[in-house]
Structure formats: structure tokens, C-alpha cells
């Protein structure tokens, strides 16, 4: 992936319904993911979408901050890591944990668990 491509986002309910009920799921302490990755060798191009709850927070400035430092991880990570997983087609993170802390939703704390979903998901990965 090229530093200039910028990432698909998932679009349209009936996709991410089919997402939700077809996707297998992997997890870390703050983010659920839910992922499918293409059967057919075809070429295909990843997508991806981020979703906040707002039991999370009734507050949309806390929800929306969260969503973007959930981007700027994954946005990251394809920085460092170019070449992208074999055959992950969709993945949708979820943020599950509330803080009473605004401090808690730092980016490093955002982007280390961003990185370990991918990392479980390159071990899943077809080859």
C-alpha cells in the first residue's frame, strides 16, 4: 500500500450486516474486531470501518476522538507495514472499554491494540 492510497471504508448497511453475521471475531482488552478474508485468490482491495458505542460515551467529542485515533492506528500500521495481510478483505473494529480517564483513550494506548489485532489477524491469515 502506497504512502498517497488512501483506505476504503466499509459502506451500506446490508454489507455490514453481512459482515456482522458472517465475520469470525478476535479481541483484545479495548477492541472488538470482526473480519473476513477473501476465499478466492482474486485480487482484492482491504476495507474498513470503525464503530463507537455510545455507552461508551454519551459524549459524540469523546466517540469521534476515538474513531479518529482508531483510523490514524490502522492508517499507521499499513505505514510500517506496506505489505498488507494476505486476503483480509473487511475488518471492523469495535471500541468495547469505557474510561472514566480521558487520558485512557491516548494514542499509544489506541494504536497498541490496533497493532495487536493485526498481528492475530497475520497469524490467521491464508497463505
Do not use: C, H
Request: glycine residues 4%; hydrophobic residues 40%.
Amino acid at each position: 500500500m502506497s504512502e498517497n492510497e488512501k483506505l476504503s471504508i466499509i459502506k451500506g448497511k446490508k454489507l455490514f450486516s453481512e459482515i456482522f453475521q458472517t465475520g469470525k471475531k478476535v479481541s483484545t482488552e479495548y477492541i472488538n474486531g470482526i473480519y473476513i478474508f477473501n476465499k478466492n485468490n482474486e485480487d482484492i482491495k482491504f476495507q474498513f470501518a470503525v464503530a463507537v458505542s455510545k455507552k461508551i460515551s454519551k459524549k459524540a467529542v469523546i466517540r469521534n476522538r476515538i474513531k479518529r485515533l482508531l483510523r490514524e492506528s490502522v492508517r499507521a500500521y499499513f505505514a510500517q507495514n506496506p505489505i498488507k495481510i494476505i486476503n483480509l478483505e473487511y475488518l471492523i473494529l469495535i471500541w468495547r472499554k469505557s474510561s472514566k480517564s480521558k487520558y485512557e483513550y491516548s494514542f499509544d494506548v489506541v494504536r497498541a491494540n490496533v497493532f495487536r489485532i493485526f498481528k492475530e489477524l497475520e497469524g490467521k491469515a491464508v497463505k
